[in-house]
Structure formats: structure tokens, C-alpha cells
């Protein structure tokens, strides 16, 4: 068994959650490189869009922004933010959009504009780019980050990206056209999924030798339990060979320990 990170893991992990043949936006970063890997090895008919403008290109190895001039190679259109945000994500058409943050409370809200007040922040972020639009529209959300106490208070700073807001109807109340989204949390020790009937996120499935108190230690708020608790498949030697020598060749995201 080939050796993996504990990032290895998340982003394997994420990558199944796309289907073959799906409409899927990535953002900047991990949930960009999850795509690719997706498109790589199990979704090779998986149509890509970038917030950019960019549709279904063919994707090269390690870019570092969805700016980044790799992502252009070869793709079905050149557009705008509006081609990809308003005329393919505001239609509707859009099956699961990947994002990450700098917070996520129990609803699901994501926080990537402020810490603190934000009137007098302590940190300021760049802010949601086209998160936001990602968050409100997309039918399946997947929210992708590190797990880190920090990460998850019970309430974010600043909502950045709507979750449930507050609750069930939060998204309803909201006016948001997907009001029963479904949202999936991927961090390194855990998957967990939002329970639609009191719009709060329920841990799922562990990563391998991670356990529910590592989990609620490094999580502000309580989550929802399942009785009983999947526990991820690891990583296959297929996916890492793809996305250590496909993926990421230049380990631009995975530093390699050799």
C-alpha cells in the first residue's frame, strides 16, 4: 500500500463525490485540483466550468488559480464571469459546485470575506468571488477544507456563501432558488452532510484512523451524530498515481516526503 497524506485523502475523497457526466463549477485551490482528479480517473465526461469564463477545458497539470492560463487549454469556450456565473450557473445548470473557506458554521454558511467585526476586521480575506453565486445556486454543494478548530464556530463572522443561514427555511426565507440544496462538508478527519430537517450538518463517515473525539475537538460547534459512523475508503493506488503524476507533478498542492 503506497503511502498517503492526510490532504491526499480529502481531496481523493472529494473527487468521488462528482459524478460521470455532470456539469460541475470548482473554485480556487483544493477544490479545483479534486475536479481535475474526478475528470482524470472516474468522470472522464465530466463537463468543467471555471468562475472565469472557461468551459469544459481540457485540464493540464497544477494550476494555481482558476486564472491561470493552463485552464484555458483546449476548452469547448473562452467566456466571461457572466457566461459561467450567469447564462450556465443562474439557469440552473450546474449539478454540484466545490468550494472552500476560511469558516463554516453548523448551517453550512461559509465565511471567506472577514474575522471579527466587519466594520474592524482582525483579518480580511478576499472575499467570495464567485462563491456566492456557487453557494445559491448550485443543486449539490461540497465544501472542501482542512479541519481546524478555528474553521468551524457556530456562527461565521460573515456569511460569504449561504448555507441554511439559520435553520431548515433559512434557505426559503432567503429567496434562494435551490431552498433544499444538498451540502457536503470534506475536511481531513471527517464527511459530513447536511440533515435538510433542521438544516445543521451531521458527521457522516470518519477519515481511516480518525476518531469522533479528534472530530468534536477541533469543532466549535455540535454537530449531529449518526448512530453508527462510515468510515472513508482510503485512497487506491490509481487515484494517487493519477494525481501525484497527473494532477500535481509539480507538487504545487502535495509536497512530497522523499
Known amino acids: 500500500m503506497v503511502l498517503y497524506s492526510a490532504d491526499e485523502q480529502m481531496v481523493v475523497e472529494a473527487s468521488r463525490h462528482v459524478l460521470d457526466g455532470q456539469v460541475v463549477l470548482a473554485g480556487t485551490g483544493m477544490p479545483l485540483i479534486a475536479i481535475m482528479l474526478a475528470k482524470k480517473s472516474h468522470a472522464p465526461s465530466l463537463c468543467v466550468v471555471v468562475e472565469t469564463g472557461i468551459i469544459d477545458p481540457e485540464l493540464l497539470p497544477s494550476p494555481i488559480s482558476v486564472a491561470d492560463p493552463r485552464i484555458q487549454y483546449r476548452a469547448v469556450k473562452l467566456g466571461s464571469l457572466r457566461d459561467a456565473l450567469g447564462t450556465v450557473l443562474q439557469r440552473g445548470l ?27 476586521p482582525r483579518v480580511r480575506f478576499p472575499g467570495s468571488g464567485g ?13 472542501i477544507t482542512k479541519h481546524e478548530k478555528r474553521r468551524f464556530p457556530e456562527r461565521v463572522d460573515y456569511i460569504s456563501s449561504p448555507g441554511y443561514i439559520d435553520g431548515p427555511n433559512g434557505r426559503r426565507k432567503a429567496g434562494l432558488p435551490t431552498p433544499d440544496q444538498d451540502i457536503t462538508l470534506i475536511t481531513d478527519l471527517c464527511v459530513m452532510n447536511i440533515d435538510k430537517s433542521v438544516g445543521r450538518f451531521r458527521v457522516t463517515s470518519l477519515m481511516p484512523g480518525v476518531t469522533l473525539e479528534q472530530v468534536l475537538e477541533n469543532t466549535m460547534f455540535e454537530p449531529l451524530l449518526e448512530s453508527e459512523f462510515g468510515i472513508v475508503e482510503p485512497p487506491s493506488n490509481d487515484y494517487l498515481r493519477i494525481l501525484r503524476e497527473d494532477v500535481d507533478p509539480d507538487q504545487v498542492y502535495f509536497k512530497s516526503d522523499s
Not at 131 to 142: E, G, I, K, P, T
Open 94 to 120: 450546474i449539478d454540484v459546485g466545490m468550494i472552500g473557506g476560511a469558516q463554516i458554521d453548523q448551517y453550512g454558511n461559509v465565511n471567506s470575506t472577514v474575522i471579527g467585526d466587519v466594520a474592524e
Open 131 to 143: 462563491a456566492n453565486d456557487v453557494a445559491s445556486h448550485a443543486r449539490h454543494l461540497l465544501i
